[in-house]
């Protein structure tokens, strides 16, 4: 039985009863987290480190690509500054190239001779949602127009520098499952094996890719076709079936949920296994998406107290939704063979107005969203019994990035930083943990400004261990108050701590091209008292990691 985070504390703890006898000093910290080592949730999937590269805004151009000839620094075409840094994290899957776009892309436009490459319209050349006029108004440039200087090759070669693996998404609105299967011969026929292999060599990849994870479409209820649950259903099942594999093991990733439609999750899964419950073994992963949108003024850094709070809440919606998808699949999926892929998430405010124009949703994340980035990688790691997968959207240039980059500017956003920070994290075992403290109030307006008292959780995070090494990663949303918090590990004893923080005494903070360094993380000596003891004051409004070293 799963304890809830009162009874815990009464039941195990027996704080109500101790308290009576113990001297008052005995409590003096406020909060609590309990690990328990001997409690292992599973392995934490290093996809859960995933990114996501779409043709949006200059994710691409002049994001990624730069051209062989930029005087910008870059490697074959691409920005160095930005294969340097992601290198540097790890990073698991990158799925591309898209969202919307990938439902009207053709991949064949993608590659050969980039002069002879066709320029099509891109997806979100007339998007009024969230777009500042003066993106409205643009009449040219790649992000309007695609140049399709940047494909297939191109994004292997990208994966290749970064050591991610590739994640493809085809389309399903446009263009037919022939297309698709073109494009898994493409990168997938063994060297001189198919023309379409010979085609691959010619654009300087004899070797296959490999590609195993392929995402079949997008958002299939809305922009990838406005399907209803059941025709997706049938449509996936076309699209899956009596594919050559060419020695590899396709993970299927099926389109799953906008947020909490467990309808669809329910009818997908119902009309799936019409056809037998072996059908599900098609598929790896069902993909959810959530975006917890904005608050107050809409812009990254444009914010109060009550709508960092209120943010910060909406993002956390991430756990709910996650139970509620996973008990629906297991109505269809007794073995609990599916897993769930969440490959899009993030907050999603306004693009900054000091950005260029054709920067579609490009802004400076700051110290809140760098709370999201926390709250969301401890939510799926104490769920890495369920999530295989995550993606944050995107990698640069657009909503939740981890960088922002603009002709030779380049910096790294507080995002980056946490995913650097719970590194660790990335192929350990993820291990039961009970945080417990006092929750906290804020106030929520709606748009007639009236109020409904709300409140947070005070301190949550996740935990994992990996040979003697406990990582223990927490998020505290207080913007005020820091929260001396006794930690006890249950099954082994700590023998050194050390922590990385993430904070500054301004929720605003963010790195920009003129700061790019405003807000990193720093290292911090910690205590062990004697028989393993340890307390640590989690400072107000901080991302932290602890690292502990165990006997
Ligand atoms: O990430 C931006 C867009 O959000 C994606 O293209 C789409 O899948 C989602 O609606």
């Known amino acids: 039985m799963k304890l809830g985070r009162r009874e815990f504390l009464a039941g195990s703890l027996g704080v109500g009863a101790l308290a009576m006898l113990a001297p008052r000093s005995a409590f003096a910290a406020d909060s609590k987290i309990e690990i328990m080592l001997n409690e292992p949730i599973g392995t934490i999937n290093p996809d859960v480190y995933g990114h996501f590269v779409e043709h949006l805004g200059a994710v691409v151009y002049d994001g990624i690509w730069v051209g062989e000839k930029s005087k910008i620094r870059n490697y074959e075409g691409i920005r160095a500054d930005l294969v340097d840094a992601l290198k540097k994290i790890k990073p698991g899957v990158i799925r591309y190239p898209g969202g919307c776009f990938a439902d009207q892309y053709d991949w064949r436009d993608g590659i050969g001779p980039r002069e002879k490459r066709p320029t099509r319209v891109n997806f979100w050349a007339d998007t009024t949602y969230k777009a500042p006029q003066n993106y409205q108004k643009l009449e040219g440039g790649p992000q309007k127009y695609e140049s399709n200087y940047f494909g297939t090759d191109e994004f292997a070669r990208f994966c290749k520098m970064v050591g991610a693996p590739m994640y493809l998404a085809a389309n399903l609105r446009t263009r037919d499952a022939r297309v698709f299967q073109e494009w898994l011969d493409y990168c997938n026929s063994p060297a001189n094996t198919t023309s379409w292999s010979k085609e691959r060599a010619k654009n300087g990849s004899v070797d296959p890719y490999k590609v195993e994870y392929w995402g079949i479409g997008n958002e299939s209820w809305g922009c990838g076709g406005d399907f209803l649950p059941e025709e997706y259903a049938t449509e996936f099942r076309r699209f899956t079936a009596w594919n050559p594999t060419y020695g ?63 943010l910060i809440q909406r993002s956390d919606r991430m756990e709910t939704l996650i139970e509620d998808h996973w008990q629906v699949m297991g109505e269809f999926d007794r073995d609990r063979r599916v897993k769930i892929c969440v490959d899009e998430w993030g907050a999603w405010h306004w693009q900054d107005p000091d950005m260029p124009d054709g920067w579609l949703y490009a802004y400076a994340s700051t110290l809140r969203d760098a709370l999201i980035s926390g709250l969301n990688l401890d939510t799926f790691q104490r769920h890495a019994d369920k999530v295989v997968m995550a993606n944050p959207a995107q990698l640069i240039n657009t909503i939740h990035s981890l960088f922002i980059a603009a002709e030779d500017k380049f910096a790294m956003t507080p995002n980056y930083h946490v995913f650097e920070m719970y590194m660790p994290h990335a192929g350990a075992t993820a291990i039961r943990s009970e945080f417990i403290s006092d929750r906290v109030g804020f106030s929520r307006f709606d748009a007639q400004k009236k109020e409904t008292k709300a409140s947070i959780w005070g301190l949550n995070g996740s935990a994992s261990i990996k040979d003697k090494t406990v990582t223990v990663t927490a998020v505290n949303p207080d913007h005020l108050n820091a929260k001396e918090t006794e930690i006890n590990l249950r099954g082994a004893k700590i023998v050194s701590a050390e922590a990385r923080v993430l904070t500054s005494n301004d929720l605003h903070t963010r790195n920009t091209f003129a700061q790019p360094n405003a807000l990193v993380p720093k290292n911090e000596a910690v205590t062990v008292g004697t028989g393993g003891s340890l307390v640590y004051k989690f400072a107000p409004a901080s991302v932290t990691r602890l690292t502990l070293q165990i006997a």
């Not at 389109?255 to 037998?276: A, I, M, Q, V, Y």
């Open 248 to 310: 590899v093991k396709y993970k299927f990733i099926g389109s799953g949920p906008n947020g909490g439609d467990t309808n669809w999750t329910r009818r997908f899964f119902s009309k799936l296994t019409e056809k037998g419950s072996g059908q599900i073994n098609k598929l790896y992963g069902w993909g959810l998406h959530y975006y917890s949108g904005s608050t107050g003024k809409q812009i990254a850094n444009d914010f109060d107290v009550n709508d960092w709070y209120d």
